[in-house]
């Protein structure tokens, strides 16, 4: 599949979700059906399958397994990571003929535009999207920034894109001179972004997450919420004025992630009376007012790597995705490690990716045949490549 934006003809499709693995859009890396026989999940063999599927590829193949994903796919991931690091390490691996990448699509586009043209980027189930980044599509972003050079202030508008965009965002940001960043580096993004405008004139469109813009502006740069606007793309001018536009510092996009969106203020409360002493550490896609009543915020790196660093018996509450608290509170069991919800939450899209889909695309792979292939065009590429580029040059804050 051609992506970013997706096959010739497929830009601006709506980015309503369909439902996952239903109906048979094949313009569009949502909704998409299996395009093989996919073993049965109930199949004894599965296991030792995929270990000769894995055996025989060798060193052809290499598999990227983001945290997220399933302990059953974590197994055979020959890396595990947050979706920047396993980018940088598909690129660190040029003798790897196929990359095969367990996490979602924009992952596997930002592989794609990192690796060399000779690698061929695979990911097992297609419909494997993600929310966040289908809350902004190229064509509303174009209508935007119309909407901002209308306004008077594109001028002094640096795009600034998270990681979990698409490539065809991402080439945007590249071609408005903004940088992409991650939850590890977003306070060095902004810090560089105010930084390349005269004293005082800088604004960024943060793209497409909402909460991790604004926490971040907040929290770690000291600009208040008044400073903040969100620009709604489903409404006229964003649901702005041209007076809240030229007088934002920050234009946040409408967009947040499903799974840490649901995370409230009340689930800290709740953990706290249960849990004396409990530590609240909560990732940045968590709305404020989570993160402000948190104990500590952070990357998913972050995250492992204050649970390594705590103190037998001490308790944690972990706001992420469920996946990795349970990997990590089996990783722990001299630490209390808790879900911060009590009514847990997968990330539904990167649960797509399941051991029969990592099966059936490595043994199509050993058969021969490059199934599910994501590739980013060229011109898409060109420009996201300069964005990503800008941010590896940016320091890691956290
Ligand atoms: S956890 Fe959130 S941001 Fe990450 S892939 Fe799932 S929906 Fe997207």
Same mark, same amino acid.
């Not at 690796?115 to 999207?129: H, R, S, W």
């Not at 249960?274 to 940045?284: C, E, G, M, S, T």
């Not at 009590?342 to 058969?367: K, Y």
């Given at each position: 599949?051609? +992506?970013?934006?997706?096959?010739?003809?497929?830009?601006?499709?709506?980015?309503?979700?369909?439902?996952?693995?239903?109906?048979?859009?094949?313009?569009?890396?949502?909704?998409?059906?299996?395009?093989?026989?996919?073993?049965? &999940?109930?199949?004894?063999?599965?296991?030792?399958?995929?270990?000769?599927?894995?055996?025989?590829?060798?060193?052809?193949?290499?598999?990227?397994?983001?945290?997220?994903?399933?302990?059953?796919?974590?197994?055979?991931?020959?890396?595990?990571?947050?979706?920047?690091?396993?980018?940088?390490?598909?690129?660190?691996?040029?003798?790897?003929?196929?990359?095969?990448?367990?996490?979602?699509?924009?992952?596997?586009?930002?592989?794609?535009?990192?690796?060399?043209?000779?690698?061929?980027?695979?990911?097992?189930?297609?419909?494997?999207?993600? !929310?966040?980044?289908?809350?902004?599509?190229?064509?509303?972003?174009?209508?935007?920034?119309?909407?901002?050079?209308?306004?008077?202030?594109?001028?002094?508008?640096?795009?600034?894109?998270?990681?979990?965009?698409?490539?065809?965002?991402?080439?945007?940001?590249?071609?408005?001179?903004?940088?992409?960043? +991650?939850?590890?580096?977003?306070?060095?993004?902004?810090?560089?972004?105010?930084?390349?405008?005269?004293?005082?004139?800088?604004?960024?469109?943060?793209? &497409?997450?909402?909460?991790?813009?604004?926490?971040?502006?907040?929290?770690?740069?000291?600009?208040?919420?008044?400073?903040?606007?969100?620009?709604?793309?489903?409404?006229?001018?964003?649901?702005?004025?041209?007076?809240?536009?030229?007088?934002?510092?920050?234009?946040?996009?409408?967009?947040?992630?499903?799974?840490?969106?649901?995370?409230?203020?009340?689930?800290?409360?709740?953990?706290?009376?249960?849990?004396?002493?409990?530590?609240?550490?909560?990732?940045?896609?968590?709305?404020?007012?989570?993160?402000?009543?948190?104990?500590?915020?952070? !990357?998913?790196?972050?995250?492992? !790597?204050?649970?390594?660093?705590?103190? &037998?018996? !001490?308790?944690?509450?972990?706001? +992420?995705?469920?996946?990795?608290?349970?990997?990590?509170?089996?990783?722990? &069991?001299?630490?209390?490690?808790?879900?911060?919800?009590?009514?847990?939450?997968?990330?539904?899209?990167?649960?797509?990716?399941?051991?029969?889909?990592?099966?059936?695309?490595?043994?199509?792979?050993?058969?021969?045949?490059?199934?599910?292939?994501?590739?980013?065009?060229?011109?898409?590429?060109?420009?996201?490549?300069?964005?990503?580029?800008?941010?590896?040059?940016?320091?890691?804050?956290?």
């Amino acid at each position: 599949m051609t +992506t970013s934006a997706g096959p010739a003809g497929t830009e601006g499709l709506p980015a309503a979700l369909l439902l996952l693995g239903r109906d048979s859009d094949l313009s569009s890396e949502r909704g998409v059906e299996c395009p093989g026989e996919l073993p049965s &999940p109930s199949d004894p063999d599965l296991v030792e399958r995929a270990r000769a599927a894995r055996a025989a590829l060798g060193e052809r193949a290499f598999v990227l397994g983001h945290h997220y994903q399933r302990d059953e796919v974590i197994a055979f991931a020959d890396v595990a990571g947050d979706s920047f690091k396993l980018a940088q390490e598909a690129a660190a691996r040029p003798e790897a003929e196929y990359v095969v990448f367990c996490g979602v699509h924009f992952m596997a586009e930002s592989a794609d535009v990192l690796t060399a043209d000779t690698q061929q980027v695979v990911i097992p189930d297609l419909a494997a999207g993600c !929310s966040m980044a289908d809350m902004a599509t190229l064509e509303q972003v174009e209508d935007a920034w119309e909407v901002l050079v209308e306004a008077g202030v594109a001028e002094d508008v640096v795009p600034v894109s998270y990681m979990n965009s698409s490539a065809a965002i991402k080439a945007f940001t590249g071609r408005h001179g903004g940088t992409i960043c +991650t939850s590890s580096n977003a306070r060095s993004a902004l810090d560089w972004a105010f930084g390349s405008r005269p004293a005082g004139s800088a604004k960024v469109l943060f793209l &497409p997450d909402q909460h991790l813009g604004r926490n971040t502006a907040v929290l770690e740069l000291g600009l208040s919420l008044d400073d903040c606007v969100v620009f709604d793309p489903h409404r006229p001018g964003g649901g702005l004025t041209g007076r809240q536009l030229r007088d934002a510092r920050m234009i946040l996009w409408r967009g947040h992630c499903s799974v840490h969106g649901r995370f409230t203020a009340a689930n800290v409360a709740d953990v706290r009376s249960r849990i004396p002493d409990v530590n609240v550490l909560v990732h940045p896609e968590c709305r404020h007012e989570v993160v402000t009543a948190a104990d500590l915020v952070g !990357s998913t790196e972050f995250i492992i !790597s204050a649970l390594d660093a705590a103190a &037998p018996g !001490s308790a944690w509450a972990i706001g +992420t995705e469920l996946n990795l608290v349970r990997r990590l509170a089996t990783r722990h &069991p001299d630490k209390r490690i808790v879900y911060l919800d009590r009514t847990v939450c997968f990330c539904s899209t990167m649960n797509r990716i399941d051991l029969p889909h990592l099966v059936w695309s490595l043994e199509q792979l050993v058969a021969g045949r490059v199934v599910n292939r994501i590739t980013v065009r060229p011109d898409v590429a060109g420009w996201a490549r300069a964005a990503l580029d800008r941010m590896l040059a940016l320091p890691k804050t956290r």
